[in-house]
């Protein structure tokens, strides 16, 4: 063993290496510059994370009040689901018009034009469950400003359908529609009624019953749109009761719904990004300079070994041990 190290000692070899030098220095230089060229031709992507924490949707389920809990793993292969579907992205695709963005709007065949769509939008907004039981949600685009605004609109689409769970924000949105409902009626009433009382000058009698007699007396024509005038002024009352306990119910909820925590917590929250995520520049450089010079260095090695380069004829019997 001690003869075998003696016939190769390390000498040679560097000897061999330092004489081919120029090699080395040639195929590292040429990789570096072949790097630097790609790197500046390379256009800058920028990335913007989301990470959130999803509820456990049967708990959001709860009435009176809802509960706030950490999901399970259904809750996040729901939400997770949701992310990945084709509607999802198809849906910020049609939003943010990528189709022009992505300047694919200009191939001609449909069905080529969607499915380069589709796998763009897919490879730019990418969705998963860390180890942490978090969901993570990275979106990239070449605008920092479309990058910013996508991760916004799907955080927003999240919170969407995790109040869709949520029966006490959906009976807080139910009660405001009829609210709304109620406060139209009231209003298209109100201009009925008005109409009614300029035309006929009517009054529906409460107490002194002389007044709308003389009136209708005085006008017959008035006379037949009374009974219409005191139904409507019977429903326009009826609407105000009930918008005023629709409003009251409302404001009730509203209180209940603003003293429990955000559903969804985010850990990670959308940030505009500064600078790009990709490629980094730098590194690359670096990483191609030491990739030129140990390849070319080990080629220059291992030609060696294998007798393939010309050696001086000392070194060759210095190798052999003679």
Request: proline share 7%; no cysteine.
């Amino acid at each position: 063993m001690i003869d075998r190290i003696r016939v190769w000692p390390v000498y040679p070899y560097i000897q061999t290496w330092l004489h081919h030098i120029w090699f080395v220095l040639i195929t590292t230089l040429l990789v570096t510059a072949t790097a630097v060229i790609w790197v500046l031709m390379e256009e800058d992507e920028y990335s913007v994370s989301i990470e959130f924490v999803p509820p456990a949707m049967e708990a959001l389920s709860a009435l009176p009040a809802p509960r706030v809990v950490p999901g399970g793993p259904v809750d996040m292969e729901r939400l997770l689901s949701y992310l990945q579907s084709a509607s999802f992205l198809g849906m910020v695709a049609d939003s943010f018009h990528l189709e022009k963005h992505y300047e694919i709007d200009k191939i001609s065949n449909p069905k080529i034009r969607a499915k380069r769509l589709a796998r763009m939008v897919k490879s730019n907004i990418k969705s998963r469950v860390t180890r942490y039981s978090t969901i993570s949600i990275k979106v990239t685009d070449k605008d920092p400003n479309y990058a910013y605004k996508i991760a916004n609109f799907v955080l927003d689409k999240v919170r969407e359908e995790v109040r869709f769970y949520d029966k006490s924000q959906r009976l807080y949105n139910e009660i405001a529609s009829q609210e709304k409902n109620a406060l139209r009626l009231i209003d298209s009433l109100q201009d009925h009624l008005s109409k009614l009382r300029r035309r006929y000058s009517l009054l529906v009698a409460t107490g002194d019953m002389r007044l709308p007699y003389q009136v209708m007396l005085n006008n017959p024509e008035a006379f037949e749109h009374y009974d219409e005038l005191a139904y409507l002024e019977a429903r326009h009352r009826a609407h105000i009761q009930e918008a005023l306990d629709l409003r009251r119910r409302r404001l009730e909820r509203d209180i209940v719904n603003e003293s429990l925590p955000d559903p969804l917590w985010v850990i990670e929250p959308p940030s505009f990004p500064s600078f790009p995520s990709w490629p980094p520049r730098l590194l690359i450089i670096i990483g191609a300079f030491f990739v030129g010079f140990l390849s070319s260095s080990f080629l220059v090695i291992y030609a060696n070994y294998l007798g393939i380069l010309p050696t001086k004829a000392e070194n060759v019997v210095h190798m052999v041990g003679t």
